[in-house]
């Protein structure tokens, strides 16, 4: 699978790897925790197995091997061979065949699959681990996908040093509506109306975890991504819920967010739906798999379309 353009940003990643933290070594991860595993689902890959994690100008792919791929995450236009595709749905690509998109809007990561993994990228090739070509398809119903309004504010509950901040500067933390400042893996950084702590203090380095926020010197807000490091020496003053940290991913520069208190027991149980919707999503996933009858690209009335058969369609 080789290179054609290399786009902007593009990294083989799985789910994230605990249990080095105390070495200086974050667990890394995608940045869309639900893209990363609804694209595994569809392509009946396991959470360990690699997909590309692509943001800004994206990159264009040749295939030498027939391969089931999936594209998942912030919305684009795909293109097989100049043909469109849809999103959220797995998709064969024949030897010799183009991969190409275009960006619809500013910001967010996407996320391409193939079915047996990715191993990594050198020299210009992508490396795939156990290239697989599947016999069925799979797409996602709509009625069963729904993502959050962007005008909900992000949910998130109180942070260690939630007492350094005095209900003047809580409610300025909640109230205002921050601009998105620039956004990568190590970190979301807003701007808006300074909050400051109630005292001048030295916080000791301490552990930092994906989705804490940070209030800098500036008293402007930071929230650390999948990139972060362990530790970190600014005030937190709240964590994200788990469930929002994707949503937090996918904004863009210039974008606007807020911010909404809930408790931790209403973030375990956001959390809890979150897992159960993606246990009964992967069985419907598994059930709907139909055998191919043909897979490839037709032409009616002159217009290239890309075609998919199962026995019930």
């Given at each position: 699978m080789k290179?054609?353009?290399?786009?902007?940003?593009?990294?083989?990643?799985?789910?994230?790897?605990y249990g080095r933290e105390r070495f200086g070594i974050g667990p890394g991860g995608p940045m869309d925790t639900r893209a990363l595993r609804l694209n595994q689902l569809l392509l009946g890959?396991?959470?360990?197995?690699?997909?590309?994690?692509?943001?800004?100008?994206l990159p264009s792919f040749h295939f030498e091997e027939a391969?089931?791929?999936?594209?998942?995450?912030?919305?684009?236009?795909?293109?097989?061979?100049?043909?469109?595709?849809?999103?959220?749905?797995?998709?064969?690509?024949?030897?010799?065949?183009?991969?190409?998109?275009?960006?619809?809007?500013?910001g967010g990561w996407t996320y391409l699959g193939v079915a047996g993994g990715i191993e990594g990228i050198a020299n210009g090739e992508v490396q795939l681990k156990a290239p697989r070509f599947n016999d069925w398809s799979a797409f996602l119903p709509e009625t069963l996908y729904c993502e959050r309004s962007k005008e909900e504010p992000i949910r998130v509950v109180a942070g260690p040093e939630w007492d350094w901040f005095d209900t003047r500067a809580r409610r300025t933390?909640?109230?205002?509506?921050?601009?998105?400042?620039?956004?990568?893996?190590?970190?979301?950084?807003?701007?808006?109306?300074?909050?400051y702590t109630r005292?001048?203090?030295?916080?000791?380095?301490?552990?930092?975890?994906?989705?804490?926020?940070?209030?800098?010197?500036?008293?402007?807000?930071?929230?650390?991504m999948a990139g972060?490091?362990?530790?970190g020496g600014y005030p937190r003053i709240a964590f994200l819920a788990p469930t929002d940290l994707s949503r937090l991913a996918q904004t863009a520069e210039?974008?606007?967010?807020?911010?909404?208190?809930?408790?931790?027991?209403?973030?375990?149980?956001?959390?809890?739906?979150?897992?159960?919707?993606?246990?009964?999503?992967?069985?419907?996933?598994?059930?709907?798999?139909?055998?191919l009858l043909f897979s490839g690209s037709v032409r009616v009335n002159g217009h290239p379309f890309y075609v998919q058969i199962t026995p019930t369609g």
């Open positions: 290179l054609l353009t290399a786009g902007f940003f593009l990294l083989p990643v799985d789910a994230p790897r890959n396991s959470e360990d197995d690699r997909a590309l994690e692509m943001a800004g100008p391969v089931s791929v999936a594209v998942t995450g912030k919305p684009v236009r795909i293109f097989l061979d100049g043909q469109p595709l849809a999103m959220r749905r797995s998709f064969n690509v024949r030897p010799g065949s183009a991969l190409t998109f275009e960006r619809i809007e500013a933390f909640f109230e205002q509506s921050y601009q998105v400042d620039s956004i990568d893996r190590l970190g979301c950084r807003l701007k808006g109306e300074p909050v005292n001048p203090k030295e916080l000791i380095s301490s552990p930092v975890s994906a989705g804490v926020v940070q209030i800098t010197g500036g008293g402007q807000p930071v929230v650390l972060r490091p362990t530790i210039g974008q606007s967010v807020r911010f909404r208190e809930i408790t931790i027991a209403e973030a375990e149980r956001a959390y809890r739906e979150e897992t159960e919707w993606m246990t009964r999503l992967e069985r419907v996933l598994e059930n709907q798999r139909e055998p």
